[in-house]
């Protein structure tokens, strides 16, 4: 009977914390609206997937979340002396194709998701292979370097998360 009604337990929870959040105060009415919407959107997008996405270690994805946090504090300072100090004929933009190990549709979800939440680079599009991911990078002397990074830093945690 639980499991009907709460399909996606991570899910109802996560969006009652949000929604809290973005009210900014606490009030009886938003707690109750806030579980109404934790409740109903999980049954509502249940038929739509199934299988759940098997994380192996909460540990691991906390970690991982503070690492991301981490990287977008670095990035943003990075970005912001990218952007009041570099001529513009001096930024080095490029187009870096990453080769991916992840063969998880979450997985990769939440890498390209990562990239583009850190200021500096966007996912731009997946190959229809679901092999590649191709990045836009603001500045990338480097571009070998920063496909490096991103599969060192990023893909090698998903992939002992997810997979």
């Known amino acids: 009977m639980l499991r009907r009604l709460f399909p996606h337990p ?31 959107i999980p049954l509502m997008t249940a038929p739509y997937w199934p299988a759940r996405p098997r ?11 503070f690492l991301v946090i981490w990287d977008i504090i670095v990035a943003n300072i990075e970005v912001a002396k990218i952007i009041l100090f570099k001529p513009n004929r001096d930024l080095k933009s490029a ?3 990453v080769p991916l190990d992840l063969t998880s549709p979450e997985a990769i979800t939440v890498l390209a998701g990562t990239v583009t939440l850190t ?7 997946l190959s229809e292979d679901g092999r590649y ?23 090698s945690r998903l992939k002992e998360i997810f997979e």
């Not at 994380?55 to 979340?65: C, D, E, N």
């Not at 991911?133 to 893909?155: N, Q, S, T």
């Open 119 to 125: 200021p500096g680079t966007v996912s731009a599009d």
């Open 95 to 97: 187009w870096v194709s």
């Open 10 to 40: 991570m899910l109802s929870i996560l969006l009652i914390v949000v929604w809290m959040l973005l009210v900014n105060r606490f009030a009886w009415g938003s707690l109750v609206w806030a579980t109404i919407l934790g409740i109903v």
């Open 55 to 65: 994380v192996r270690g909460w540990g691991k994805m906390i970690s991982y979340a």
């Open 133 to 155: 991911l191709l990045v836009h990078c603001l500045h990338a002397p480097d571009p070998d370097g920063i496909r490096d990074d991103i599969k060192a830093r990023y893909e």
